[in-house]
């Protein structure tokens, strides 16, 4: 069974550091490629960053920079590392698994198959 869960949200003032963690099971974690994902109150939700084996690591324009993601495959664990937090990064943020075997990063939601209850990351003094 297919599942990910996240894990690392909180309270951080402007300019801390969070790293969010993704911790998968029921599949091969470097075979698919696995998003991390926000949605601000009022707001859609917005890819933030996708890592794949076909094509590294994939970085919104508003946080290249200051977010880094990697993947622990022996603990079939991806990770975000969100520097320099402003408060519009405020959001819950989720991670997700993309569809096909093998596939390269998106940033469209509808193509990815099995999301995580996400986490709340707050970003305020």
């Known amino acids: 069974q297919v599942q990910l869960v996240e894990s690392g949200g909180g309270l951080v003032q402007p300019g801390g550091s969070l790293r969010l963690s993704c911790a998968a099971s029921?599949?091969?974690?470097?075979?698919?490629?696995i998003g991390w994902f926000r949605q601000a109150p009022g707001k859609e939700r917005e890819g933030v960053s996708c890592?794949?084996?076909?094509?590294?690591?994939i970085y919104a324009d508003s946080v290249k920079g200051r977010f880094t993601i990697s993947r622990d495959n022996a603990k079939n664990t991806v990770y975000l590392l969100m520097n320099s937090l402003k408060p519009e990064d405020t959001a819950v943020y989720y991670c997700?698994?993309?569809?096909?075997?093998?596939?390269?990063?998106?940033?469209?939601?509808?193509?990815?198959?099995?999301w995580g209850q996400g986490t709340q990351v707050t970003v305020s003094s």
């Open positions: 029921g599949f091969t974690l470097d075979s698919y490629a």
């Open positions: 890592i794949s084996s076909s094509d590294g690591n």
């Open positions: 997700a698994k993309r569809r096909w075997y093998g596939s390269s990063c998106s940033s469209r939601r509808n193509e990815y198959e099995y």
